[in-house]
């Protein structure tokens, strides 16, 4: 059953204050971290950047020329694994400020995680804006096949995107089934299907009157047809049968606008897919674990709740 919106009110912005919100990330556990390609040689189609990669001073990534699975191992590892990607419009990967504290924090409950350093479609790729989504095609089915290496559930395999990269993950959740690539050997014969979706501030819809996004313009451009902006948005390939939705907004968030939520909350519902929606008086955009002084601190609490009522962790 679908549940009901669920609108956090400005009584429990105070409940944890930002010095205890920063404890809290003091306090994790550390976790062993490492990381590796997820293609063997050049992705499809070649391409991309000719030198490596650079990071900024806030964490953000762009000139990916490989893409990668950083891994994040708990001290104390539940069975559970999520693919996580950080957002940043398609024109960098928002790893240092989402990605990484999302390991981090997955990781302190016993989860491990793998942050995906995807491919951005306008960094001379021969594949184009499909780059981006291979990239978490194949990610996805790596993680379940390499299961028992890394000491996971494959049957508790979850996903969580950030504003694009909720975008991006929103998809692989809807599309699971199909590959935008020729298969290379038998990791591309696994299952792409996640067993739960966390789409944190996603941008959902590329349609009228919510086409004023990078995601918009750097995917499908500022003229598309109806058809190709209904193509590249997450509601129309949702369908019976997909994984529980958590979804989380802030009502004032000036990119992403909270009808992208109550957009995809809405056609789940209409498809009988499990789905919750928190929406946050304020927020913003881009707070990641939770911007202090607002409600939005409460959300990976919230989660964690919602992951341990499906058994997750």
């Not at 981090?104 to 499909?130: D, K, M, N, Q």
């Not at 202090?292 to 919602?306: L, R, S, Y």
Request: glycine share 10%; with cysteine.
């Amino acid at each position: 059953m679908a549940a009901a919106t669920i609108v956090s009110g400005n009584a429990h912005a105070q409940t944890v204050t930002p010095d205890a919100g920063n404890r809290r990330q003091d306090a994790m556990p550390s976790a062993l971290v490492s990381g590796f390609p997820i293609w063997h040689g050049p992705p499809p189609g070649g391409g991309g950047p000719t030198s490596g990669e650079h990071v900024s001073r806030s964490g953000a990534v762009t000139n990916v020329a490989v893409p990668t699975l950083t891994v994040f191992r708990p001290v104390k590892p539940n069975g559970a694994a999520m693919l996580i990607a950080g957002g940043g419009g398609y024109k960098r990967v928002e790893n240092g400020k989402e990605a990484m504290p999302t390991a981090r924090w997955l990781a302190s409950i016993g989860v491990t995680s793998f942050v995906l350093t995807y491919r951005l479609p306008e960094e001379g790729w021969t594949v184009g804006r499909s780059a981006p989504f291979q990239d978490a095609e194949r990610a996805i089915r790596i993680i379940r096949g390499r299961a028992r290496h890394f000491g996971i559930d494959p049957r508790r395999v979850g996903i969580i995107g950030f504003s694009a990269g909720a975008h991006l993950l929103g998809m692989q959740t809807a599309c699971a089934n199909q590959l935008s690539y020729a298969p290379l050997d038998l990791v591309d014969q696994i299952s792409g299907r996640p067993d739960l979706t966390l789409l944190i501030y996603p941008i959902v819809t590329l349609e009228p009157p919510y086409q004023h996004t990078s995601t918009r313009r750097i995917l499908i451009g500022d003229h598309p047809s109806p058809a190709e902006s209904a193509r590249w948005s997450v509601q129309t390939h949702i369908h019976p049968g997909l994984a529980p939705f958590f979804l989380v907004q802030a009502a004032d968030d000036p990119v992403s606008n909270p009808a992208n939520t109550a957009i995809l909350q809405a056609t789940c519902e209409q498809n009988n897919v499990e789905v919750v929606r928190h929406l946050f008086p304020t927020g913003g955009h881009g707070f990641g674990l939770g911007k202090p002084e607002t409600a939005t601190v409460e959300w990976p609490k919230m989660a964690e709740q919602w992951m341990a009522g499906h058994q997750f962790i």
